[in-house]
């Protein structure tokens, strides 16, 4: 049998049209659903070809060679400027003080400016220092391991701040004006939620009216939980700006915009804090009247969702680099507890509970890394790769990695744990601060896209090929001859793609993806699953049919299990060829043991949400959840009988 290709499955892409109507049938949904959907499916970016991840859905497991090594060039470019970052972060932060006083001092603030930290990607024609996104990624790792707050600052301005969309989508002239500037430290923030407005951009209040002359734009409204937005000297702003007919239909338009804060009308209302990163200049941010130019609009007009995606897809890459560094600070110091703490007679760490707890924490950690790795990787090789899914994997499962870890390590030191560096050093303990950890890692399960957004985004990348080849068919606005049509169409192509499902892939019964055995054979595993999983997903299609949309639960185990064969095949990439290599501090046993054991517990996990699809409580959970949404008659709490009380009793001295 022969694998399949990229160009035997359709490519996850828009048809090439901005009607999402062709894909989808919004005939049955509410307005609010219809304009939602429309205008998110509009942006959706096209993709030349299927990258690997959107591949495993569809049971084509076309994964690289080899692992993309970093080069001893790039590297080198890379260590030179981390040696800097790691001296700054080392002599001039006080991470815990920085907590405290809820501030991140201007000094140090200057310092990583003199340093490029503000223009790490941005190239050198622009005053930036032209490193690579796998170098982004190093760097992120290192700050995560030592400062959350220094690192939302730097990710949130050059992750999804002004430097990312212009870089991808900027005019020479807005590049010229504004990339120098950001490069050198003026901090920038991005803007898109509102308080009525998360994920559903079609709520957006804020808008943008032309000038009559046509040559500016008056923008109002408001937006919420704006990182960085309260030092911000450069925005990029989402508003809603005057419908479109687009084939004799009204089309709603979000457009992005460059607005600097210097501006009349540009007005922080109020600094956000949160239950962690305490210096984090987050706020509400108000525009009253304010004009901005057209020379300032990003990309086009009515193309700002395309921005807001685009740039996304690549900045979430920074969140689960960040969550590598702090994984890996909290797994040395559990792995020093471990070893320092003697109960019963033994090192806690040669106890079974513990001993579980560090296993998944090395083994998560590392496979973490192989992922952001490889994802950033393509970036590298191409600037405008279709990393989308990569991305949201890694976020979607770096962050809630990471939180367990934090979480575990917590556990492991107990009390220490829970305590607060500054009291540990009081009482003349080491100020280790994993409580700061723990309240700084709770929000990256919700920054940039939550889990359940994450899944769901996912998930309609993955139906995407399928709704390509048979949505036309269950579209009840076409004309019944053109869905005729596309079902003979639909049934040709599954013809040929379902059995290809079932049958192995000659070139997997060769190592050629793999020198180490081990590799080689959860590899094979890999691939295998992936045909299971684009199986169990067709067969999903045709017991739901159209309101398979409405399954998120379900979806989400789908997704789940396509994110752990992306895991796994990272892992082993990585893993053989660091086991190829000549790299000395590589520990191959360790390496060995750590993989087999990842891959088994990854497999572990795969068949449990197999299981979860025919056998659930999705149902009668929601049914439940249903009922307890309900409005409630207001229940009239019992108050405890008053007691009589004796005259010169202790009782009656109190009251």
């Known amino acids: 049998m022969t694998e399949v290709k990229p160009s035997n499955i359709p490519s996850p892409t828009r048809s090439g049209t901005d009607e999402p109507g062709e894909l989808i049938d919004t005939s049955k949904m509410s307005s609010g659903q219809r304009a939602a959907l429309e205008l998110t499916e509009a942006a959706r970016e096209a993709a030349e070809q299927p990258s690997f991840v959107s591949g495993l859905f569809m049971g084509a497991f076309n994964c690289p060679e080899s692992f993309p090594m970093q080069s001893a060039v790039d590297r080198e470019k890379g260590d030179r400027f981390l040696k800097k970052l790691e001296a700054v972060l080392r002599d001039k932060v006080d991470p815990d003080e920085i907590d405290r006083s809820g501030e991140i001092p201007d000094a140090v603030i200057q310092e990583l400016a003199q340093l490029g930290a503000f223009g790490i990607k941005i190239s050198q024609d622009y005053a930036g220092l032209g490193l690579s996104q796998t170098n982004y990624c190093r760097a992120a790792m290192l700050l995560g391991g030592i400062c959350g707050n220094l690192t939302a600052l730097l990710s949130a301005h050059q992750s999804i701040g002004v430097p990312q969309p212009l870089i991808l989508f900027g005019t020479e002239a807005q590049k010229q004006k504004y990339l120098p500037r950001v490069a050198k430290g003026e901090i920038s923030a991005f803007a898109l939620t509102e308080n009525g407005a998360g994920s559903d951009p079609a709520t957006l209040k804020t808008h943008a009216e032309p000038t009559p002359e046509g040559d500016a734009f008056i923008l109002n409204g408001e937006k919420l939980w704006c990182t960085n937005g309260t030092k911000a000297g450069v925005l990029v702003v989402m508003a809603k700006t005057p419908a479109k007919i687009v084939r004799g239909k009204s089309k709603e338009q979000i457009t992005a915009f460059i607005v600097e804060t210097s501006w009349p009308g540009v007005v922080v209302e109020r600094r956000c804090r949160f239950m962690g990163l305490k210096a984090l200049y987050n706020g509400v941010i108000r525009f009253d009247n304010v004009r901005v130019p057209r020379e300032n609009i990003l990309l086009a007009e009515g193309k700002g969702l395309r921005v807001a995606l685009s740039t996304l897809n690549t900045g979430r890459l920074t969140l689960p680099a960040a969550c590598v560094g702090l994984a890996r600070e909290c797994l040395e110091i559990t792995r020093r507890w471990a070893n320092e703490r003697v109960q019963w007679g033994a090192s806690i760490g040669k106890h079974g509970a513990i001993a579980d707890k560090v296993a998944r924490m090395a083994a998560n950690t590392f496979a973490m890394e ?286």
């Open 370 to 655: 192989s992922m952001v790795l490889l994802a950033a990787s393509a970036v590298d090789r191409d600037k405008h790769a279709d990393v989308r899914l990569e991305a949201a994997m890694c976020k979607m499962w770096g962050s809630e990695q990471a939180w367990e870890i934090v979480n575990e390590a917590v556990q492991i030191r107990g009390g220490r744990g829970y305590e607060t560096a500054e009291s540990l050093k009081a009482r003349g303990e080491a100020p280790i601060a994993l409580e700061r950890f723990l309240r700084d890692c709770r929000i990256n399960t919700i920054f940039e896209g939550s889990s359940e957004i994450m899944r769901l985004f996912i998930a309609r990348e993955a139906l995407d090929p399928h709704l390509k080849v048979s949505g036309a068919v269950l579209n009840s606005r076409l004309p019944m001859g053109e869905r005729l049509r596309a079902a003979l169409k639909a049934a040709l192509f599954y013809a040929r793609w379902y059995p290809r499902q079932w049958l192995p892939s000659l070139s997997w019964l060769m190592p050629r993806h793999a020198q180490h055995a081990l590799m080689a054979q959860q590899l094979r595993y890999a691939a295998k699953a992936s045909r299971r999983l684009a199986r169990a997903l067709f067969h999903a299609m045709v017991r739901f049919g159209p309101k398979l949309e409405k399954q998120q639960v379900l979806l989400g185990r789908f997704v789940d299990i396509g994110t752990e064969i992306f895991a796994i095949t990272a892992t082993c990439l990585r893993a053989d060829k660091l086991l190829g290599s000549e790299q000395p501090d590589v520990n191959r046993q360790e390496l060995l043991s750590l993989v087999d054991y990842f891959c088994q517990a990854s497999r572990l996990r795969i068949e449990e949400k197999f299981r979860g699809i025919r056998r659930n409580a999705d149902r009668v959970g929601y049914k439940l959840a249903q009922q307890v949404l309900a409005p409630h008659p207001a229940v009239q709490r019992p108050t405890a009988p008053e007691v009589p009380v004796a005259t010169g009793s202790p009782a009656a001295a109190l009251s």
